[in-house]
């Protein structure tokens, strides 16, 4: 029986300009609209360096307006605009598979469709679990920060007070005062989803006639998602805003970006394949800036680990409002 080899199907740059253009195109983050696709953020992937800079212009000053008068030598005081930065990290990643293992799953027809479709599901995974401990990270760096003001902890609470509910919803898109209205969307987990499911909290709606039904929580598109692990029973639970996150993602500046490597001794013999899969990633949440650290809280290695993007230390906020922000977080059981 012929066996389809991955040597035979993959062309290496037509490859990686898939993964690069389909990428987290079918997570719950990216679909929702949270995680947008962003031009610079792309573009600089390709750049050198381990990080870049945005700059960014700061709101007009909120000074109440002169009173004018007829008195010439009166004269006003022009107020300033400031500018800030947000420092973006690149993580410079890869994978890599055997044909051993691999050959035998993806062999016969549609070989290729197949490869495709695995290689683009891991890479969607694995920025999935980046964007969340991005957005555990900005959580924890806000408590130890900036006095837990984007948070409503219910946890510590006695009896049913404790549980996910609407109201400690509201009091959480509330911590973004009058811009409450720029929250669009709430991340769960599914036990947290289930529990709005039993007690009729969520609405279901079509918005078309051939469209897909959208679940919506107290007018909130619902993102489910089990990334959200709970901790000894304690759920996270994420209001955001449209375009929160800025992603993008690309094939390396140098070398290659999908590279097969034969080992023809290997199997006795019988020979051996491996893909290797390589991109450069970038997730930022707005108005935050990356460092990578000293001492303690420095990351080990060249890129920020899955583990590292939830260190408090290594996420500031840049604007000076907690508005500025579509995030706010509910603590809960």
């Known amino acids: 029986m012929a066996v389809t080899q991955l040597i035979d199907v993959i062309i290496p740059e037509e490859f990686t300009a898939y993964q690069v253009e389909n990428s987290l195109v079918s997570t719950a983050l990216s679909q929702s609209g949270v995680v ?36 010439p030598a009166i004269l006003s005081t022009p107020q300033k605009i400031s500018a800030h930065k947000q420092t973006v990290r690149k993580s410079f990643l890869h994978a890599s598979w055997s044909e051993m293992s691999l050959a035998s799953e993806l062999s016969g027809d549609s070989a290729l469709a197949r490869i495709q479709d695995r290689v ?3 890479w969607d995974r694995q920025v999935e679990k980046r964007v969340i401990n991005t957005l555990l990270g900005v959580l924890a760096s806000n408590v130890a920060n900036n006095a837990s003001d984007m948070v409503v902890d219910i946890s510590g609470l006695a009896g049913a007070a404790a549980s996910f509910n609407g109201s400690s919803v509201i009091d959480t898109a509330l911590t973004m005062g009058d811009r409450l209205g720029d929250v669009k969307m709430i991340a769960m987990h599914s036990h947290i989803y289930g529990e709005a499911l039993k007690n009729d909290e969520i609405t279901f709606f079509k918005p078309s006639e051939n469209g897909v039904e959208i679940a919506t929580y107290k007018g909130m598109a619902v993102i489910v998602d089990d990334g959200l692990t709970p901790a000894s029973g304690v759920y996270t639970t994420i209001l955001m805003g449209p375009g929160a996150l800025g992603y993008g993602m690309s094939a390396p500046r140098t070398g290659y970006g999908t590279e097969l490597f034969r080992v023809p001794a290997a199997g006795n013999g019988g020979g051996q394949t491996v893909l290797h899969s390589r991109v450069n990633v970038g997730i930022h949440p707005l108005g935050y800036a990356w460092t990578d650290g000293t001492g303690g809280s420095a990351i080990a290695g060249d890129s920020p680990s899955i583990a590292d993007l939830a260190v408090a230390a290594h996420w500031t906020r840049a604007v000076s409002q907690r508005k500025s922000v579509p995030l706010a977080f509910l603590i809960s059981k």
């Open 36 to 71: 947008a696709n962003n031009a610079l953020i792309a573009a600089q992937l390709s750049a050198g360096a381990e990080s870049f800079t945005v700059p960014f212009w700061n709101d007009l000053p909120d000074v109440e307006a002169d009173i004018t008068n007829d008195d």
């Open 120 to 122: 683009t599901a891991y």
